[in-house]
């Protein structure tokens, strides 16, 4: 049984604009049957990531455990001290995005 339907997940999202129907197909062969929805990114990330942001300024998103990689790239997001690329922040933009866009609210949290 794979993770995304062990945590109950509706889809898995894949960006596409590097290699995502790779990525299905990966998932695809390893057994993985959840939905997967490939997203093609338009906008860069700062610019994707705005909507998102504006979310956690009005306190509309919190976290429920500890995510230290996460919580790094947050704070070095769009600053000089940025290295590499914030992929973790790509991921919770996307997930937040796609939850919103699906439920027309905002995402909640559910217990493991």
Same mark, same amino acid.
């Given at each position: ?11 898995? +999202?894949?960006? !596409?604009? $590097?290699?995502? %129907? @790779?990525?299905?197909?990966? *998932?695809?062969? =390893? ?29 509309? +998103?919190?976290? !429920?455990? $500890?995510?230290? %990689? @996460?919580?790094?790239?947050? *704070?070095?997001? =769009? ?34």
């Amino acid at each position: 049984m794979t993770l995304a339907v062990r945590m109950g997940a509706s889809r898995i +999202v894949a960006e !596409a604009n $590097q290699g995502g %129907e @790779l990525v299905r197909s990966v *998932l695809r062969s =390893g057994g993985c049957d959840v939905p997967i929805q490939l997203v093609h990114a338009r906008l860069s990330k700062a610019a994707r990531a705005a909507p998102v942001i504006a979310l956690y300024e009005r306190g509309r +998103v919190s976290h !429920a455990g $500890q995510f230290a %990689e @996460l919580e790094e790239e947050m *704070l070095q997001f =769009g600053s000089g001290a940025m290295q590499g690329s914030p992929d973790r922040v790509d991921a919770l933009v996307w997930a937040i995005t796609t939850l919103e866009a699906a439920t027309g609210r905002q995402p909640c949290i559910r217990p493991l």
